[in-house]
């Protein structure tokens, strides 16, 4: 008989060698019963050391108190031992020499053992004089006494040998307040590389040492051999917009190093992210995370590439050494893998749960806030955060309403606090804030006055960030995404709100992103007029940036005649106008060109952004006041082809019919002109070489054929198609005139069915569907198939032609790179 019982994650396994009756109970004794259990890991000696957990130490100890009785004990020394590991485990998540000696007089007793019990007690008991009378060696005594006279009060002395005397090996013993101080300024000599007089150097040692002047506390903490390999670690705080995945990498390497991270998750940085993609269902990749802070951040910047990118990635933790083991050079002791497995655990799912679409800056606070979990343990201090975010974003500023810590104690890890505008907020907005204060009882969210810091900021920080504001000037239109076409930026200032507004994605492509709070950014500035080739100008502040079609940025003072600008154009066209060869008597639309052969059409581009979602193949977007050229947000909808021609046909019925209407509306040379028109459309039919085949029959066969590929036909597939079915293989000029020929039926009918790459050669299209079958990141640019790769040596992203799919680099440099470590390796094996 088996039977297994849990107690706070022990394992208690019954195990009998005699099989009992046919219900499942047996006859146990006591000599037919051993414990199997899960012994803790590690043990807390009174040093404050951290070793591993030896039970065999327990049942040596117990075997001694035995030698010492007259009588023979009823219970052996092995279940005794046993019978404490159990209790241990179930009380302590890491016990302590002490509470493990406490549980064994109390197993003692309950077994009834009383005389070993007491033998035991005295045995401690005599163990500790001996530990309280053992010598102190006099030089390490005076070495004490001579640094107490620095600390004023008993909390100081505490507070530095609890956080800031640093284990010394060589001696075994922590450092005094003057060895601490000798290290940190010995550190600042070494690293002014002792430019400054003797005397210099001294005053700041006699600063320091008589507390009349403090460096970074994390200086005095981290001087030595841990700011050497990375003087991160000697900075109290940090700051940095999340903006990219650089960001949350950057975090966990700062953190673990001891310094404080300041991060914000506005609206205008989250919103650089790339959309994420779906889950391609590909076998994850492995990585062995190497043991190192770097190797943790490596693991941290795969991860999130791979999930951004639609990969997966399976940890391999062996490498990574135990919780408890010493830190050498950091000091402390390590945390072992859980800490990092939880974090990357929580990213996955949060990205995952975003597949098709963007971060939000709650996602993106959040994912930091973990990052802060998996440096908590690290061996240094606790991880210490703040986050600023919009005045007006709800989710955040209610974040750490109710009792979050149950399912996102990650949360503890930062301060929240709003970034208010630059404009005078109202009575009720300020009253509302107070109160969110008030209620939360914690004082948060808190108020951070950029525009106070920015005005109150040293000399010395000038340029730092929030101090410089490229801007334009108040006349200078900017193409908003939001019906309107395009918005003198004074006007956008005195709305005062956020507006969608046209930009370049990471890959160069027109996108649609939020621009925050358009407001005055300054007053009498230099203002520069650049003039373009059109005879049009900007006027705009000497450090804005403009994008050259190189893509390369350049600032406007910097610009020199014959710099090609990147330009977007925006206009309006008919579907004929844009595909020449189509059959279709369209309204006009609204256009978007970036500079090369493909149109945008404004309304897709517009519906996506603001319903958050990419359209599917297949759907198209329709304009509710059947309004081609109205794009406001409110007036597009997403349909599937099916459901929009059903709509569109529903207008063409009953009295909405224009022939309906012509019996009574019109006059007689209307008539007329109508019945040339008439004469003119079917005279192809009078033709003797007539198929008896309709243009509106050969349409359909187009929207069927291009449905069945899933993509526009070619000439090829149209010949193929139209051989079975009996269809006409080529085209007159009554066809071409009306159709567009082949080719501009095709299109035609790639366009009604929602397909992308309609003006791509077909074959480059059935190319880019069979490799993203095959797991390629692909995209056709100006017709031709490139794939987006990833560089082994640098992780940068670049692009590469179908053909030189398998490089694996982005650079001649880093091709250096990797054939010198290649090379390497060869002559190390």
Not at 667 to 681: C, F, H, L, R, T
């Amino acid at each position: 008989m088996t039977s297994l019982a849990k107690v706070s994650g022990v394992v208690l396994q019954e195990v009998s060698n005699k099989i009992g009756s046919k219900n499942g109970k047996s006859n146990l004794t006591a000599d037919s019963i051993y414990f199997r259990v899960k012994m803790p890991e590690s043990i807390i000696k009174r040093d404050g050391r951290i070793v591993p957990f030896n039970m065999d130490l327990i049942e040596k100890a117990l075997l001694k108190c035995y030698a010492s009785l007259p009588t023979e004990p009823h219970t052996p020394a092995s279940e005794i031992a046993h019978r404490v590991v159990n209790v241990v485990a179930a009380k302590y998540d890491l016990p302590t020499v002490e509470g493990v000696q406490d549980i064994v007089e109390m197993v003692l007793q309950a077994a009834g053992e009383y005389e070993a019990a007491k033998h035991y007690i005295l045995y401690r008991a005599e163990h500790a004089k001996m530990r309280v009378l053992r010598p102190i060696p006099d030089e390490v005594r005076e070495a004490f006494a001579a640094s107490d006279q620095y600390f004023p009060t008993q909390l100081q002395k505490f507070q530095f040998y609890d956080k800031y005397s640093r284990f010394n090996y060589d001696v075994g013993r922590r450092e005094t307040w003057i060895e601490t101080v000798d290290r940190a300024v010995d550190y600042l000599r070494e690293l002014s590389e002792d430019r400054l007089e003797t005397a210099v150097y001294e005053r700041i040692h006699q600063g320091i040492l008589n507390m009349k002047a403090m460096p970074s506390m994390r200086l005095l903490a981290m001087a030595g051999p841990a700011a050497r390999r990375n003087n991160i670690a000697v900075y109290n705080c940090s700051y940095m917009p999340v903006n990219s995945l650089d960001s949350f990498v950057e975090a966990l390497i700062i953190s673990m190093s001891g310094c404080g991270v300041g991060f914000s998750v506005e609206r205008r940085y989250v919103e650089q992210f790339p959309r994420i993609a779906r889950q391609k269902g590909n076998p994850p990749t492995i990585f062995v995370v190497p043991d190192s802070s770097e190797g943790w951040a490596q693991a941290v910047r795969i991860g999130l590439t791979a999930w951004f990118n639609g990969e997966d990635v399976a940890f391999d933790y062996s490498e990574v050494r135990p919780a408890g083991a010493p830190l050498q050079i950091k000091g402390g002791r390590a945390s072992g893998p859980e800490p990092l497995r939880k974090m990357l655990d929580f990213a996955r799912t949060r990205i995952l749960a975003r597949q098709g679409g963007f971060l939000r800056p709650l996602d993106a606070h959040d994912i930091m806030c973990s990052v802060g979990d998996a440096a908590v343990s690290g061996g240094v201090r606790r991880t210490a955060m703040i986050s600023l975010f919009d005045y007006d974003d709800l989710e955040m500023r209610h974040c750490k309403d109710g009792d979050f810590w149950h399912t996102n104690s990650q949360r503890w890890n930062a301060n929240n606090s709003a970034v208010w505008p630059e404009r005078e907020l109202t009575q009720t907005e300020v009253t509302r804030f107070v109160l969110d204060m008030v209620e939360s009882g914690r004082g948060e969210p808190g108020i951070f006055n950029r525009r106070a810091a920015v005005d109150n900021r040293p000399a010395r920080r000038a340029a730092a960030e929030f101090g410089t504001n490229p801007c334009v000037t108040g006349d200078v239109l900017v193409a908003v995404a939001d019906g309107r076409g395009h918005v003198p930026i004074a006007q956008l200032a005195a709305e005062g709100k956020d507006v969608p507004v046209y930009c370049l994605d990471n890959r160069g492509k027109v996108a649609v992103r939020w621009l925050r709070h358009p407001r005055v950014t300054g007053h009498q500035q230099p203002i520069f007029k650049v003039k373009l080739d059109d005879g049009s100008a900007i006027t705009v502040t000497g450090n804005h940036k403009f994008r050259l079609k190189t893509g390369e940025y350049v600032a406007a003072e910097n610009l020199q005649p014959g710099d090609s600008l990147h330009v977007m154009t925006r206009y309006k066209a008919s579907i004929k106008d844009i595909f020449v060869e189509a059959d279709a008597r369209s309204q006009d639309y609204v256009w978007v060109n970036n500079g090369q052969r493909q149109n945008e059409a404004e309304h897709r581009l517009v519906a996506a952004f603001h319903h958050d979602t990419e359209i599917p193949s297949g759907y198209v977007v329709h304009h509710k006041d059947f309004d081609a050229s109205n794009n406001a947000p409110n007036n597009l909808e997403i349909l599937p082809k099916e459901t929009h021609d059903m709509l569109h046909g529903a207008t063409m019925r009953g009295e909405n019919n224009p022939m309906v209407r012509a019996a009574t509306e019109w006059s007689e040379e209307q008539w007329a002109s109508y019945k040339q028109n008439m004469s003119m459309a079917v005279s192809g039919v009078k033709n003797g070489r007539y198929s008896g085949i309709t243009h509106q029959q050969l349409k359909q066969h187009a929207l069927t054929l291009t449905q069945q590929l899933g993509r526009r036909f070619s000439q090829k597939d149209w010949q193929q198609y139209a051989q079975a079915k009996g269809l006409p293989q080529t085209f007159s000029q009554w066809r071409k005139a009306h159709l567009g020929g082949i080719i501009g039926l095709a299109k035609w009918a790639a366009l009604e069915s929602g397909f992308d790459h309609i003006e791509a050669d077909p074959r480059v299209v059935q190319t880019y569907h069979n490799y993203s079958e095959q797991g390629y990141d692909c995209e056709i640019i100006d017709g031709q198939l490139y794939l987006h790769k990833q560089c082994e040596v640098c992780g940068n992203s670049f692009l590469v032609s179908r053909s030189q799919r398998e490089t694996g680099v982005c650079s001649r440099s880093c091709a250096s790179t990797q054939q010198w470590s290649r090379s390497r390796d060869q002559q190390l094996a």
